[in-house]
Nanobody, 123 residues
Framework: VQLQASGGGSVQPGGSLRLSCAAS????????MGWFRQAPGKEREFVAS????????YYAPSVKGRFTISRDNAKNTVYLQMNSLKPEDTAGYYC?????????????????WGQGTQVTVSS
């Protein structure tokens, strides 16, 4: 599975961004998808994940209520809508394809990773 993330950029605090991740090379509708992020000098952390059919979603406490993960299996794409962005959301954001059908917060449950897209929140 190959993953291509896009949609990052620079935004002021309180702003919004929508990340996209297009998948190819596999049967997209059969596996979970997730988003992780990594800031300079920090470890990679879980952001959100979604099950293969989109019925189950999971969020890190730090983003719950502000971020929404969704997927369009017809377009082989997963999205991350980010609202009310904060400076601490600044990081490289990576999409990942799950090894199974259901979402997870553990990086080891994801087998393929995209190249990342940078999000910078600053005034």
């Amino acid at each position: 599975v190959q993953l291509q993330a896009s949609g990052g950029g620079s935004v002021q605090p309180g702003g919004s961004l929508r990340l996209s991740c297009a998948a190819s090379g596999g049967t997209f509708s059969t596996y979970a998808m997730g988003w992780f992020r990594q800031a300079p000098g920090k470890e990679r952390e879980f952001v959100a994940s979604i099950s293969w059919f989109g019925g189950n979603t999971y969020y890190a406490p730090s983003v719950k209520g502000r971020f929404t993960i969704s997927r369009d299996n017809a377009k082989n794409t997963v999205y991350l809508q980010m609202n009310s962005l904060k400076p601490e959301d600044t990081a490289g954001y990576y999409c990942a394809a799950g090894r199974g059908r259901y979402g997870s917060s553990r990086a080891e449950d994801f087998g393929s990773w995209g190249q990342g897209t940078q999000v910078t929140v600053s005034s």
